[in-house]
């Protein structure tokens, strides 16, 4: 038996100078995609003046401060809690509008979701509805206002209308009723993106200080992101992050070391839900 095997056209063969090309053409690519992180890692462990070598000062001096350590639980507990709420809040409403016909109004609400992906409302109307919902200097106003993204709502919705109808018939007809097809059917046939929809809303908690400058005045309530902005970006002294009993490192160093570790979480996460990307976003943008 025959095995047919599948040949490139003659112009499209690879030929030596278009293969050098692309191995240069990518390792210039990587070069300017992994220089700034070794030189800000590299400066995080520069030695203080006199001195040779790496050295750990700013780490050190950094998290003996207090601020840093303070501000990365804060971060660590508002990404848990917000992408536990926001991946358990989008999946349900995405089940419910996995057929609008079944639902009394469910297309206007489909509709009304879509229309936030092209019209939010502002800065000042935001505030002041955290301002009248009480949520103002608390963490909850860093997780409630956005719970759910439509995008990431329409990508699950898109994956659960890829589920064979005859499935959930099967599991009406067994007796099952909508949650038990949700948690017994939907949820397990969709890790896949549930996994990527749940590290798409963890980045955007994780980075997001816009919210905390705006709705936190406490300042032991500030995530790492917005200590980062606040004392790196924005050039505030750094003197409050540092252990006054010990010798000042390098502002430069202290500063990496601020971003270091504001990275280093995420970085983590993101090569476990890396091979999730393909499958999970292609389902929600191909698929209407």
């Given at each position: 038996?025959?095995?047919?095997?599948?040949?490139?056209p003659?112009?499209?063969q690879?030929?030596?100078t278009?293969?050098v090309?692309?191995?240069?053409?990518?390792?210039?690519?990587?070069?300017?995609?992994?220089y700034?992180?070794?030189y800000?890692?590299?400066?995080?462990?520069a030695?203080?003046?006199?001195?040779?070598?790496?050295?750990?000062d700013?780490y050190?001096?950094?998290?003996?401060?207090?601020i840093?350590?303070?501000?990365?639980?804060v971060?660590?507990g508002v990404?848990?809690?917000?992408?536990l709420?926001?991946?358990v809040?989008?999946?349900?409403?995405?089940?419910?509008?996995?057929?609008?016909?079944?639902?009394p109004?469910?297309?206007?609400?489909?509709?009304?979701?879509?229309?936030?992906?092209?019209?939010?409302?502002?800065?000042?109307p935001?505030?002041?509805l955290?301002?009248?919902?009480?949520?103002?200097?608390?963490?909850?106003?860093?997780?409630?206002?956005?719970?759910?993204?439509?995008?990431n709502?329409?990508?699950?919705r898109?994956?659960?209308?890829?589920?064979?109808?005859?499935?959930?018939?099967?599991?009406r007809?067994?007796?099952?009723?909508d949650w038990?097809?949700?948690?017994?059917?939907?949820?397990?046939?969709?890790?896949g993106?549930?996994?990527?929809?749940a590290?798409f809303?963890?980045?955007?908690?994780?980075?997001?200080?816009?919210?905390?400058m705006?709705?936190?005045?406490?300042?032991?309530?500030?995530?790492?992101?917005?200590?980062?902005?606040?004392?790196?970006?924005?050039?505030?002294?750094?003197?409050?992050?540092?252990?006054?009993?010990?010798?000042?490192?390098?502002a430069?160093?202290?500063?990496m070391?601020?971003v270091?570790?504001?990275?280093?979480?995420?970085?983590?996460?993101?090569?476990?839900?890396?091979?999730?990307?393909?499958k999970g976003?292609l389902?929600?943008?191909v698929?209407?």
């Amino acid at each position: 038996m025959s095995v047919a095997v599948a040949v490139r056209p003659r112009w499209n063969q690879p030929t030596l100078t278009s293969t050098v090309l692309k191995a240069v053409v990518l390792a210039v690519t990587v070069v300017v995609m992994i220089y700034p992180f070794l030189y800000v890692i590299a400066q995080s462990f520069a030695a203080p003046p006199g001195e040779s070598g790496p050295s750990l000062d700013a780490y050190l001096s950094v998290l003996s401060g207090g601020i840093v350590v303070r501000a990365l639980l804060v971060s660590i507990g508002v990404t848990v809690v917000g992408t536990l709420l926001s991946v358990v809040l989008t999946i349900l409403l995405a089940f419910g509008l996995m057929n609008t016909r079944e639902v009394p109004g469910g297309r206007v609400i489909l509709y009304l979701v879509l229309f936030t992906m092209l019209f939010g409302a502002g800065i000042i109307p935001n505030y002041l509805l955290v301002k009248e919902l009480g949520l103002l200097d608390t963490y909850a106003s860093l997780i409630l206002p956005g719970a759910i993204s439509a995008f990431n709502m329409v990508v699950v919705r898109n994956f659960f209308q890829g589920i064979p109808a005859e499935l959930i018939e099967c599991a009406r007809i067994d007796g099952a009723n909508d949650w038990q097809i949700l948690s017994m059917i939907m949820v397990p046939l969709s890790k896949g993106v549930i996994a990527v929809v749940a590290l798409f809303y963890g980045v955007a908690y994780w980075n997001d200080f816009f919210s905390a400058m705006i709705y936190l005045n406490d300042t032991a309530k500030w995530p790492v992101q917005l200590v980062l902005n606040q004392y790196v970006l924005q050039g505030t002294p750094l003197t409050q992050l540092q252990n006054p009993a010990a010798p000042p490192p390098p502002a430069k160093s202290v500063q990496m070391a601020v971003v270091v570790l504001a990275t280093v979480p995420i970085l983590i996460v993101y090569p476990f839900l890396q091979r999730f990307f393909t499958k999970g976003v292609l389902t929600g943008a191909v698929k209407g």
